[in-house]
């Protein structure tokens, strides 16, 4: 995970994250495994449906998992590794999924 900190006022800070394929596909696919045990589907039994269905079919709730599996760890992450302490809740700017990796942009003072 690459991350990087921009100063954009004397207490407004703007982190940028590179979260390599790896951890988005390691994440997808134990959300992908949980979905499944779940899942009813016409057609498939119960927990037998294909993951490959599970993804088209259900590929917004997958990201919005995701996103919600990631963006406090590495935020977490990014604020202990720049000795940040920010005062207010973070503001999510930019997501971006590219070539299976994740781009963030987050801003807090």
């Known amino acids: 995970m690459k991350i990087e900190v921009k100063e954009i006022s004397e207490l407004g800070r703007e982190i940028n994250f590179e979260i390599e394929e790896e951890i988005v596909n390691r994440e997808k696919e134990r959300i992908i495994k949980e979905l499944k045990k779940n899942v009813?589907?016409?057609g498939f039994r119960k927990g037998k449906v294909p993951e490959r269905i599970i993804e088209l079919r259900f590929s917004s709730l997958i990201k919005e998992n995701l996103l919600k599996r990631i963006i406090p760890d590495a935020y977490l992450k990014a604020i202990k590794?720049?000795?940040l302490h920010p005062a207010v809740d973070p503001e999510i700017r930019e997501v971006k999924?590219?070539?299976g990796k994740l781009f963030l942009k987050i801003?807090?003072?």
Do not use: V
Request: aromatic share 16%.
């Open 97 to 99: 999924f590219d070539d």
């Open 81 to 83: 590794e720049n000795n």
């Open 107 to 109: 801003y807090t003072e």
């Open 40 to 42: 009813e589907i016409e």
